[in-house]
């Protein structure tokens, strides 16, 4: 169980029942639960998506899709069911968001999935949580049957007449599986392996019906927004990037922790005031701040808005929001080392840029790391992560790759230092684990 | 279903290019000459999009596209080779090979390996990496397959061949990312029908076969395509050959070009079976029975021996008591030679072969009521099918296929009705379960008769289902089972005709056909012709033996002994056998002649649905001969006309041996100079075109296009024109080997690789009715 963190910057709206256990319906009941659906099923499929567009809510599992526009897509009519799915496989690194939700406030996520429902005439909900996280699919299992007991899932939810059943899914243990197609082939109990886009899910989906898949904080996000209104929610953020964020804000900071801050909020403050700066008194070296998967910046490159557009102009990526922060006396070549190996182990191997390109990355950067690094080497890692770059199946090989290249580019010095059998200086001055711990 | 093609012009390199809406991007390159890469990507097979190879520029798309998962669209500007995209090319095939060994030189695929091409063509040549390969131990799945790991690259095409194509699915992928390998679904051995098509498809040297490797270089051998040798289906293969010491052996057979009626297609036997031509068993000298025992002889010992009592028995008691056994592998010329010489020169029509279908019936029932019979290409582009009796999967592994391949690709209709299961059960939309031997009543209550429910012991339900949707359809193409005989025949075409339905009776070896169409019958002559005075049936013809009034029994490439009980049969007459190994029956001979088969050869042969094909001679034995050329020399030894039994043109001119020349199977180059000058060719007797021309012009719905022909394209015979009315009935003649996948009659016995894979799945083949 994770503890919980605050600071007065932070917003709270998908974080505002955490804490007060929701995760019982009663108490959700009271914390205005399961008004938002009741609201939806008045508003019909276009007010809802009316409301959705207006709130400008992105896609918080990375993409940052806008999500009113993902409902539009999912045709009227469809002579295959229509389904909902809620992307619970939450396993970038550095991010642990959802778990929070499906901890403290699970009945916010079944909501959300009925509203998308409702939204979409989908008749069937599916929440798909992650393999390790057992103990929480245990507390969605149990949300699920009580929300059934209530009479707001199965046969005419709420007595509308609407039917819309919910299921629960554990996943198997693959990051592979947080990409969409990769999640619906796992539900459908094939391999966790991505499907050819075209066609998008929207269109073709889960058993070949029309399928909305959202993450699981941008579903539960959506109660909030039926409650409040869209437009009052997009207020909170920045133009074109409604709402808050939750920012799982881990490595060498004095408060680790995650926090739900408004979109555009800076990410020096994000460090050094919501985070308390870097811990034991070091200074920062680099910031990592989209989960793993994007370049890295420098301390000189912080002053920058954490939203969607703004860390694109940055040269990075918003990404799942989890920011890693790395202080003076990390490797950036072990530190490299350990994000291609995640990559290489999580690589399902479907195509070869990412297959090949994931493990002779990690090859060489472990030579490279103990000291038998050759001076080609560092345009070789260089030239295999750009060639990934935008070659992939599907965006793991991009994921592989981004941070891989910030590396290169920004800390050639670093690798430099490696070279010609002289062992890591980190180490040599006896840093014990200059890899960042995730949470303490 | 026919809907109106729409083109759409899009821009390939600045190119205009036309093609079909929906045409996969990949594809409408290649019909206008501009090659993508790929490995993954293979027509017919579901779309991959994982080697990445085939990334191309595509107009307002921000990222490389992959061509192999693309639809062509209006207005679509592609650029395949730009900078960018061979340099992504480049770079994935550098990835590859950073974990593909470099075992070139002893790689089985060396010479043929896609990979090679590729980087051949892309130039990845520098080696920027410098950690350790990793590699994993090769594996052996089956008696056939084996699996390189650390060579495959992970195209997938075998588990998609194995899987869509056979609907076996005995290949998965196992563990991920870099550990990500092929792996049998069960077990760490394969459960299958051992067809070798994944070993066939991997564009590497990751799957390999028994037979092959290790043996050659592709460049070592000779490829020569001509017709496989097993079953009735007739597929085209290309047989790899390489010089040995007695001639030449035989190392590989594939249809790698994809042409002909079976695509790529090739099953276990077609693949791995033709190793009984090398068997040790192997007949290679004339044998004579001296003291009682086949001792060694030449060939003109061996044929004076048989024209001396052939001529014997012939003074003596007449051509009646000759008996002739023809066969279901030899090529139509010699079959219709055999049977024109027995009746013409021996005087005989106690002639038959085994009958393992009743084409004679089929025959009849065709002519009837002008039915159409069904080519091989009409199998394949069929949107409907119905199959009664027979086991497809087992026996016409190659139909089987085309109706999967219809099934998967363009929703085709499958109905069954049999009185066993069968594989191919599973992709049916309609099934019904009818007693054994009940197929004569079954037209009775598809034409509405519900009472001959009782008598089919169907249930009348489940097979009324199958008759309203059979019934329903039109251009139904109808595969008949060999149980399916005589009166039954005619009832069901005759029923069938109406609703615009095409046939297929089916044979089993493959030559089945031929040999009925060619006349081995002692009632029925070339193309079903009456014989006003019948001799005796096969039956009749060994029981007569047994008894001594047939003195004389020439038995050419078949094993009647196998199936009949009397050995006086064969003791008491004078036997001569013309075969590749001393069967039940060859053991017996008097004279042994040993002979070639069908891949030392020139010649046509029929197949189950008709289709006429060439062989093409791809190598010899030392020692052995074309039955052409024994029947012929036996001819001339007895004094016969050897010009009037084949009408050869001119003087005799030497034959220019048995690998080339007319054997061979080649043009005659004179022959068409001369042609072309206008001065009459001389051509020599034992070239088989004699007696196809012969054929083409005298057998009922023969008339082919020999041109075609002798490129490589099935002509479809028709049975159409026949005259229905003389055609007698004699089902109970007709008795099938029950020939399995495994099994292939005699050939199938001498078959190593076919006894290996037999072993494995239980099934044996000297069960089967061998000939």
């Known amino acids: 169980m994770a503890t919980l963190v605050s600071h007065p910057d932070e917003v709270k709206v998908v974080t505002s029942r955490l804490g007060k256990g929701a995760a019982s319906i009663d108490r959700y009941l009271e914390l205005d639960g399961y008004k938002a659906v ?26 940052g899709f806008p999500t009113g526009m993902k409902w539009s897509f999912v045709p009227k009519e469809s002579a295959k069911p229509k389904y909902v799915l809620c992307n619970g496989d939450e396993s970038e690194p550095g991010t642990c968001k959802d778990r929070l939700i499906f901890e403290h406030d699970p009945h916010a996520v079944i909501e959300g999935a009925m509203i998308a429902a409702i939204a979409t005439g989908a008749h069937a909900a599916y929440i798909y949580i992650r393999g390790e996280y057992r103990y929480l699919l245990e507390i969605m299992q149990k949300a699920i049957a009580d929300a059934y007991a209530k009479g707001f899932a199965g046969k005419n939810i709420f007595g509308s007449g609407y039917d819309l059943e919910v299921y629960w899914h554990g996943g198997a243990g693959a990051y592979e599986v947080g990409e969409e197609s990769a999640l619906m082939e796992s539900l459908e109990g094939k391999r966790g392996v991505p ?102 910046l420098k301390p000189d490159e912080i002053d920058v808005a954490l939203d969607f557009d703004s860390m694109m102009k940055a040269g990075t990526m918003l990404g799942s929001g989890g920011i890693v922060v790395l202080d003076d006396q990390t490797c950036i070549v072990k530190f490299a080392l350990r994000t291609i190996q995640f990559y290489r182990h999580e690589s399902c191997g479907w195509c070869i840029p990412c297959r090949e390109g994931t493990d002779w990355l990690s090859k060489s950067l472990k030579r490279f790391h103990a000291g038998g690094g050759v001076a080609k080497d560092i345009d070789n890692l260089r030239y295999l992560a750009e060639n990934m770059l935008g070659r992939t199946f599907c965006p793991l090989g991009d994921a592989a790759a981004m941070p891989i290249i910030g590396f290169v580019k920004k800390f050639r010095e670093e690798f430099e230092a490696h070279l010609d059998g002289r062992p890591c200086p980190f180490e040599k001055h006896g840093a014990p684990n200059a890899l960042p711990v995730l949470s303490r | 279903m026919a809907e109106a093609t729409q083109n759409v012009t899009l821009t390939v390199n600045g190119r205009s290019i036309t093609a079909p809406k929906g045409t996969l991007l990949i594809e409408a390159c290649k019909q206008h000459g501009i090659e993508i890469p790929a490995f993954c990507y293979y027509p017919g097979l579901s779309l991959q999009g994982a080697c990445r190879m085939c990334l191309v520029e595509i107009e307002k798309m921000p990222k490389m596209q992959t061509a192999c998962t693309t639809p062509v669209a209006e207005g679509m500007v592609v650029q395949t080779e730009t900078e960018k995209i061979i340099q992504a090319r480049k770079s994935t095939l550098e990835l590859l090979l950073a974990n593909h060994p470099l075992d070139c030189p002893v790689c089985d695929a060396g010479g043929e390996c896609e990979l090679q091409d590729m980087t051949f063509k892309y130039g990845a040549a520098e080696s920027k990496f410098i950690d350790i390969k990793s590699h994993r131990d090769e594996q052996q799945w089956s008696p056939v397959v084996f699996y390189d790991r650390p060579r495959c690259i992970l195209c997938y095409r075998c588990v998609r061949v194995c899987g869509e194509g056979m609907d076996v699915y005995a290949l998965g992928i196992q563990n991920r990312g870099q550990g990500s390998v092929i792996a049998p679904n069960m077990g760490d051995k394969l459960d299958c029908e051992e067809c070798g098509q994944c070993i066939d498809i991997c564009p590497v040297g990751a799957l390999t ?64 079976g033709f190793d009984f031509g090398a068997s040790p068993e192997r007949v290679t000298t004339p044998l004579i029975r001296r003291d009682g025992k086949l001792v060694a002889a030449t060939w003109n010992e061996a044929i004076s021996v048989v024209a001396e009592n052939f001529q014997r028995v012939l003074s003596t008691s007449g051509g009646k008591a000759i008996g002739v056994v023809g066969s279901n592998h030899t090529t139509n010329e010699e079959n219709y030679l055999l049977q024109k010489f027995a009746r013409g020169v021996l005087g005989t029509n106690n002639i038959d072969h085994h009958r393992t279908a009743d084409y004679p019936s089929f025959a009849r029932a065709i002519a009837a009521v002008k039915a159409e019979t069904a080519s091989t290409n009409d199998v394949a582009a069929a949107n409907a099918f119905l199959v009664i009796g027979g086991d497809l999967s087992e026996q016409h592994p190659l139909l089987a296929w085309h109706v999967r391949t219809a099934i998967r690709q363009r929703a085709a209709r499958l109905y069954v009705i049999n009185s066993s299961e069968t594989k191919l059960d599973r992709k049916a939309i309609g099934k019904a379960h009818i007693g054994p031997g009940s197929e004569a009543q079954l037209a009775a209550f598809l034409g509405g008769d519900d009472m001959a429910a009782m008598r089919l012991g169907a249930n009348a339900e489940e097979l009324g289902a199958v008759r309203d949707k059979v019934n329903a359809e039109s251009g139904l193409v109808v595969m008949l089972g060999a149980e399916v005989r005589g009166h039954a025949l005619d009832a069901l075409i005759a029923h069938f005709t109406p609703r615009g339905a095409k046939f297929v009776l089916l044979g089993e070896y493959a030559n089945s056909r031929g040999a009925a169409d060619m006349g081995l019958f002692p009632d029925l002559g070339p193309g079903y012709k009456k014989i006003d005075a019948p001799g005796l049936d096969l039956k009749h013809t060994l029981e007569a033996a047994a008894h001594g009034t047939v003195e004389a029994l020439w038995v050419v490439g078949a094993n009647p002994a196998a199936n009949m009980a009397n050995p006086a049969a064969f003791t008491r007459p004078f036997l001569v056998v013309q075969d590749l190994f001393l069967t ?34 791809a190598g010899d034995v030392s020692g052995t001969k074309p039955d052409f050329e024994i029947i012929l020399r036996i001819a001339e ?37 001369n042609a072309a000058r206008g001065v009459a060719s001389r051509t020599s007797p034992l070239d088989p075109t004699i007696t196809l021309e012969e054929i083409a012009g005298t057998v009922t719905g023969y008339a082919a296009s020999l041109l075609e022909l002798a490129t490589g394209v099935a002509q479809h015979t028709t049975l159409v024109q026949i005259d229905a009315a003389t055609i007698p009935a004699h089902p109970e003649l007709v008795s099938p080997a029950g020939n399995g996948l495994f099994a292939s009659g005699t050939m199938g016995r001498y078959s190593a690789a076919l006894k290996a894979v037999a072993a494995e799945h239980t099934k044996s083949p000297e069960t089967v009715g061998a000939d």
């Not at chain 1, 008045?42 to 207006?54: H, P, Q, R, T």
């Not at chain 2, 891949?599 to 093409?616: A, F, I, M, S």
């Open chain 1, 38 to 63: 009741r609201k939806a099923l008045e508003l019909g499929a276009d007010g809802i998506i009316n409301e959705m567009k207006a709130s400008n809510l992105r896609g918080r599992g990375g993409a």
């Open chain 2, 209 to 272: 076969s028994s037979s092959y490797r290790y043996k050659t270089r592709p460049w070592e051998m000779k490829h020569v395509g001509t017709v496989c040798t097993h079953c009735g289906d007739g597929c085209l293969t290309t047989v790899g050959v390489r010089r040995s010491e007695n001639g030449s052996e035989i190392v590989r057979c594939d249809n790698r070009d994809r042409s002909g009626l079976n695509d790529d297609f090739l099953c276990v036997k077609g693949r791995f």
């Open chain 1, 195 to 296: 499907r050819i886009r075209p066609p998008f899910p929207a269109v073709v989906g889960l058993w070949g019906g029309p399928t909305v898949i959202n993450n699981a904080e941008t579903l539960a996000s959506v109660p909030h927004i039926m409650l409040m209104g869209g437009a009052k929610y997009a207020e909170i953020g920045v133009e074109r990037n409604g709402g808050t964020r939750l920012f799982s804000l881990s490595g060498h900071v004095e408060r680790p922790g995650v926090y739900e801050l408004p979109l555009g909020y800076s990410l020096r403050k994000a460090i050094y005031e919501v985070g308390g700066g870097i811990a034991n008194g070091r200074t920062l070296k680099a910031v990592v701040p989209g989960g793993s998967s994007v370049p890295c």
């Open chain 2, 584 to 617: 039940e029956t060859g053991a017996q001979a008097d004279v042994f002649l040993p002979a070639a088969f069908a891949y030392e050869k020139t010649g046509t042969v029929t197949n189950t649905c008709g289709d006429l094909q060439r062989l093409k001679k």
């Open chain 2, 637 to 673: 030894k007895m004094g016969a006309d050897v010009n009037a039994l084949v009408p050869f043109r001119g003087q005799t001119v030497a034959d220019q041996g048995q690998s080339r020349g007319v054997q061979s199977g080649e043009a005659d180059r004179t022959s068409v100079f």
